[in-house]
């Protein structure tokens, strides 16, 4: 009888209904066929040598829902920052055309009223505005909120808190006082600088109040009168943008 002589790896295919899904089949001593799904939606699907690939072709099919949806959410994820539809940066209130500039510079500057991306290659820009972003986002959140702790630090005790930034989907921030921490949404970079204000004071006045009673609405109209106001401007359309010179 021959043995069973199979790739460690090999891509493969599975047609379900109109969709194509490709996966990566890696072979290891497992007991179970296992799947994953990476942050980039790419399809890993483990099994041992032994199993019958119309088996495991028949595992991936079955799970079509669930890899369309986890696949779907991966790409939300990676387009946080650039949606290459429109063509448009949304950066501190304001829309910036991006033009994109091939050559032998790598980077993205905010000049003359437009984001300009400097790359090798068009498909490298979603990462690059990705990673500039994330360094404005850290740069411009730590200074709000090192500016929000020296303002209510003269009339309460405060924690210097640790800043983390992530995307989240139903909320603009948190804080959790047990461990000092205020997490801030990466998505507050698309919206005028006063709305990062009022989520940062949202977020140290939870130091003072866990809750959202009276008293912690007055805490934050103490340092924000308009907090109202500033609350919605994530609503507000974007203005086109007017930045002279390099950020």
């Not at 905010?110 to 972003?133: D, G, N, Q």
């Not at 209510?152 to 921030?173: A, Q, T």
Request: charged letters at 25%; one cysteine or more; hydrophobic letters at 40%.
């Amino acid at each position: 009888m021959l043995a069973v002589i199979r790739l460690t790896s090999e891509i493969r295919k599975v047609a379900v209904g109109s969709h194509i899904i490709q996966y990566t089949l890696i072979i290891k001593n497992v007991k179970n066929i296992n799947m994953h799904v990476s942050e980039k939606g790419e399809i890993l699907v483990s099994a041992n040598a032994y199993c019958p690939l119309n088996k495991i072709d028949a595992f991936v099919a079955d799970k079509v829902d669930w890899i369309l949806k986890c696949q779907q959410a991966a790409r939300d994820k990676a387009d946080v920052f650039y949606h290459a539809d429109d063509q448009v940066l949304n950066y501190l209130g304001a829309a910036y055309p991006i033009r994109l500039v091939l050559g032998q510079r790598k980077g993205v500057k905010l000049e003359h009223h437009e984001c300009i991306v400097y790359l090798h290659e068009a498909k490298e820009a979603p990462s690059l505005i990705r990673s500039f972003l994330i360094r404005q986002c850290e740069k411009i959140f730590m200074a709000e909120v090192e500016a929000v702790y020296e303002l209510m630090s003269r009339d309460y005790v405060l924690p210097v808190p640790r800043l983390k930034i992530r995307e989240m989907n139903s909320r603009w921030g948190s804080c959790m006082p047990s461990k000092r921490q205020i997490t801030l949404n990466v998505r507050c970079i698309y919206y005028q600088r006063e709305f990062l204000r009022y989520v940062v004071i949202h977020e140290f006045a939870h130091f003072i109040q866990p809750n959202h009673s009276k008293q912690f609405y007055y805490i934050i109209e103490k340092y924000m009168p308009d907090y109202k106001r500033c609350s919605k401007l994530f609503e507000a359309p974007m203005v086109k943008a007017s930045l002279n010179g390099n950020q």
